[in-house]
């Protein structure tokens, strides 16, 4: 029960790692599988139940065990193949979810009752039983949820654990029919399926070149350009890392450089929410000698990964916070910066805890005089998620400029808001990648502020 309990949240926690190249990391991601999950729970002690009041537990229990191995093996070839077919969105979180790791789950699951059926041998002794199975089960699921988040993952990565949990319960498997007396003449060929699962497992498309405690990662050439390539984070293209720091590849780069370049000259002293591939820290420390940049990034292994990549030392101006950007700005000094930018994603959202008037405050604590807070988000369809972060923006600023992309076609796109105290006259995007809007206060409308209490920032942009 600890064992296979402990496997089934295993196998959660990682869906979601093996899962975020496809379909993104959100709480939608997460709800599907949660729900998946869940499903096959039910669905597994339901069936598990009736199968032990028919036949003999000592031979089903090893069989869950040996199933639940193989089905978890298959779950990798599952995603790899059925991940490229599928169109990201709720559809597909759930599809995917339900196909590579619903029977497993419900396999693992099955065991419960079988081990009750077993150990219930005098009705006098059913709470204890019951109390102990259950206390088994929840404690293997701590243990579970524990270890993969915090040791495993780091360790040996996502796919090497999910073949070593199906391994170690074939093998327990195997070991339980050997001592309970349920091995059978000709059961051995069972072991060939099993093989071609694993080797399906093994061989199974792998998306993550890096694995990091926050994403699954790949830094891929650029055919077009010998000194670009593209970091992908999860599902997303986060940065383009390019020997020359003037080099601006993607268009909201372009667009975050152009509001940095309307202030007035000199060096900047510039905070920076999410550091992705550092490009804008190296375009000011470049454009804008003596600038300085605090870059809050929340993975220091990604810091790394890009480092390496760039295969140069950042420069002098340039130093890393480790840590969660709603934290780590707390101990930065009020009125000492005078550009904050804002690129923080989780899968295609802006975490939600960095968008409400609670984390907005602060921003407006550390940005002196008439310094300016531009923000990149990304929206699509009627634009709420945009139109609420803006609202939020405007209960703390005096001025709001909206850069809107050059063409409007339903798909989710990059908006960028621009807050100050001040008028920022000298702002001129080039048209070709975005458009300025002339009545940004209009276009907010009766947009909802975002707070630490409502903040839907992935239901609002999917609208």
């Known amino acids: 029960m600890f064992f296979t309990s402990g496997s089934v949240l295993v196998l959660e926690i990682l869906a979601g790692r093996l899962m975020a190249p496809y379909v993104g990391v959100s709480i939608e991601t997460f709800t599907g599988i949660i729900g998946t999950i869940l499903a096959g729970i039910a669905a597994g002690s339901a069936l598990g139940g009736r199968l032990a009041d028919r036949h003999s537990p000592s031979h089903l229990l090893p069989l869950a065990l040996i199933g ?152 891929e050439a650029d055919p077009d350009r010998s000194t670009g390539r593209l970091l992908v984070l999860n599902q997303a293209s986060h940065a383009y890392l390019d020997d020359d720091p003037l080099h601006l590849e993607f268009r909201y780069i372009r667009l975050l450089a152009a509001v940095a370049d309307a202030l007035p000259p000199g060096p900047l002293d510039t905070v920076h929410v999410g550091g992705g591939g550092l490009t804008l820290p190296r375009y000011l420390a470049e454009a804008r000698p003596g600038s300085t940049s605090e870059v809050l990034e929340i993975d220091p292994d990604l810091v790394d990964v890009v480092a390496e990549a760039l295969g140069d030392d950042l420069d002098d101006g340039v130093r890393v916070t480790a840590g969660d950007a709603r934290l780590t700005l707390e101990a930065l000094p009020h009125d000492s910066a005078d550009l904050v930018i804002g690129d923080a994603f989780t899968g295609m959202s802006v975490p939600w805890h960095l968008t409400t008037d609670e984390f907005v405050a602060s921003i407006a604590d550390l940005v002196r005089g008439d310094g300016v807070y531009s923000m990149n988000v990304i929206d699509a369809g009627s634009h709420d998620f945009a139109r609420a972060m803006a609202r939020t923006l405007l209960s703390h600023f005096d001025h709001l400029a909206v850069i809107a992309p050059p063409d409007e076609d339903g798909r989710a796109r990059n908006w960028i808001l621009v807050a100050s105290n001040g008028p920022l006259e000298e702002l001129a995007p080039d048209p070709a990648d975005g458009l300025l809007l002339e009545d940004a206060t209009g276009w907010v409308g009766d947009a909802q502020r975002l707070t630490d209490d409502f903040a839907p920032a992935d239901q609002l942009a999917r609208r």
């Open 68 to 219: 639940g191995g193989a089905l978890s093996w298959l779950s990798l070839p599952l995603v790899s193949w059925v991940g490229p077919t599928a169109t990201p969105g709720t559809a597909a979180i759930v599809l995917i979810s339900v196909v590579a790791f619903l029977l497993p789950a419900a396999t693992l699951s099955s065991v419960t009752p079988i081990v009750a059926k077993m150990l219930l041998t005098d009705v006098s002794q059913t709470g204890r039983v019951v109390g102990t199975l259950s206390a088994a089960g929840t404690a293997g699921a701590l243990a579970g949820t524990f270890l993969t988040g915090f040791v495993l993952v780091a360790w040996f990565g996502t796919r090497s654990v999910v073949i070593t949990i199906g391994a170690l319960l074939v093998a327990v498997g195997l070991a339980l029919a050997v001592r309970l007396g349920s091995w059978r003449r000709g059961q051995p060929m069972l072991l060939v399926p099993g093989l071609v699962l694993v080797g399906l497992a093994v061989v199974s498309t792998d998306r993550c070149e890096f694995e990091t405690a926050y994403a699954c990662g790949a830094i």
